[in-house]
C-alpha cells in the first residue's frame, strides 16, 4: 500500500512534474529522464542525473574501495569520520545501495558537520535539505541525529525518491507534505516534511541547520534567490547553511551558474570556505556523480570533477539584512 504522502506527490507528478518559476533549462532537458510511475500496486522508481547509488559488480566495488582510501588524507582530518562511516556502510546495504562515491560523499559531509557542531557546541534539532537527490544524505543525518525534524525540499519526482528511501530507512517515521504555496496540507507535526520549492513560505520552523550539496548549480537566478531569502527569514543566531557546488557551471538552455554571484552578503558570518577537497575526482568509470553514464571506457577510471566550492556559513537573518 502506497503511503499517503507519496500518492500525493504521484498525483502532482502526473499533473505538473517540473513547476515553470522553480525548473530550470537543466531540469526541463533531464528530468523526463527520471523514471517515477505505478505498474499496478507497484512503485516503479528510475533515476537519472540525481546521483549514484546502485550497487556495482566486484571491480566496481574494489574501485570505490580504492578511491575512499586515496581520499584518506581529507578523511584522516575528521574525527567523526571513522564513525559516521560505519553507519553510513550499514544504512546503504540495509537500502540496498552500493558504497559508491555519492553514499561515501554523504559520510564526509556528516563528519564535517558533527565536528563542527562540537566545536561550536551546537546541537541542531530542525533541518533543511534542498535537493537531495534519492535522499540518502537526509535518511543518513537521521541515522546519526536520530529525533531531529527534518524537510526535504525538492522538485516532486526527486520528492518521490526522497520519500521512499527515508520510509525504507525507518519504517516509523511520519510525513506530512506541503505542496500548493497555501494550502492545508501537512499542518501536522511530521519527523519528515516533504516540501515543493513553491511552498517554502509555509515552513515555519526555524530551521537549525541547512544543506545543499551539488545542485544549486543546476538552479536558475530565481530559485537560488528564493531559497537564500527562505533560510534567511529562519535562521536564528546558531544556524548553519552548509553548501558544495560547482564554482562555474553552464547550463543546457546558455545560463551560467556562479557559486561566487549567489546571494550571499557582507554579515555573513563564514567558518568554512575553500575548494572541496572532497569533490575532485571518482574512480568510477561509469557514472559521473550527477549520475550520468560516461561513453566508452576511461582508463585509469578516473573522472576528473570541475571545481567544487564549499561554505559553511551563519547566513545573516532576514531582518539583519533589511
Known amino acids: 500500500m502506497i503511503d499517503p504522502v507519496i500518492d500525493q506527490l504521484l498525483r502532482i507528478v502526473q499533473r505538473d512534474p517540473t513547476p515553470a ?18 505498474d ?20 566496481g566495488r574494489l574501485l570505490y574501495q580504492l578511491e575512499r582510501l586515496s581520499y584518506s588524507a581529507v578523511t584522516a582530518k575528521l574525527p567523526d569520520y571513522p564513525s559516521t562511516w560505519r553507519t553510513t556502510a550499514r544504512l546503504a546495504r540495509s537500502l ?5 562515491f555519492d553514499v561515501w560523499k554523504s559520510a564526509v559531509i556528516v563528519a564535517l558537520l558533527t565536528d563542527h557542531w562540537r566545536r561550536a557546541r551546537l546541537s541542531p534539532r530542525t533541518f533543511a535539505i534542498i535537493g537531495d537527490g534519492y535522499g540518502f544524505l537526509g535518511a543518513l543525518i537521521r541515522r546519526v541525529l536520530p529525533g531531529l525534524r527534518m524537510y526535504c525540499i525538492d522538485l516532486p519526482k526527486t520528492l518521490v525518491f526522497q520519500a521512499t528511501t527515508h520510509q525504507r530507512a525507518d519504517r516509523k517515521i511520519t510525513m506530512s507534505f506541503l505542496g500548493e504555496p497555501h494550502g492545508t496540507e ?9 516540501v515543493l520549492p513553491q511552498a ?19 538552479m536558475n537566478a530565481l530559485t537560488i534567490q528564493a531559497y537564500f531569502t527562505f533560510l534567511r527569514w529562519r535562521s536564528h543566531a546558531h544556524s ?6 560547482r564554482v562555474e557551471k553552464v547550463l543546457p538552455g546558455g545560463e551560467v551558474s556562479r557559486f561566487a554571484e549567489y546571494p550571499w552578503q557582507a554579515g555573513d558570518e563564514i567558518f568554512l570556505d575553500g575548494p572541496c577537497p572532497y ?9 559521473t556523480p550527477d549520475g550520468a553514464r560516461l561513453p566508452g571506457i576511461r ?23 533589511a
Open 40 to 59: 499496478r500496486d507497484r512503485l516503479v522508481l528510475e533515476g537519472f542525473g540525481i546521483g549514484n547509488v546502485s550497487r556495482p559488480r566486484l571491480r
Open 299 to 321: 582508463l585509469p577510471f578516473t573522472t576528473y570533477f570541475k571545481t567544487h566550492w564549499h561554505r559553511l556559513v551563519r547566513l545573516a537573518s532576514a531582518g539583519a539584512a
Open 279 to 287: 569533490y575532485r575526482y571518482n574512480l568510477s568509470r561509469r557514472m
Open 96 to 100: 540496498g545501495y552500493g558504497l559508491t
Open 240 to 245: 548553519r547553511f552548509y553548501c558544495v557546488n
Open 186 to 194: 501537512g499542518d501536522a507535526p511530521a519527523d519528515l516534511t516533504l
Open 200 to 218: 517554502i513560505d509555509r515552513v515555519s520552523d526555524a530551521i537549525d541547520c541547512a544543506v545543499n550539496v551539488a545542485s544549486m548549480q543546476e
Open 21 to 38: 518559476s522553480f525548473t530550470s533549462s537543466y531540469w526541463r532537458e533531464y528530468a523526463a529522464q527520471n523514471t517515477v510511475r505505478m
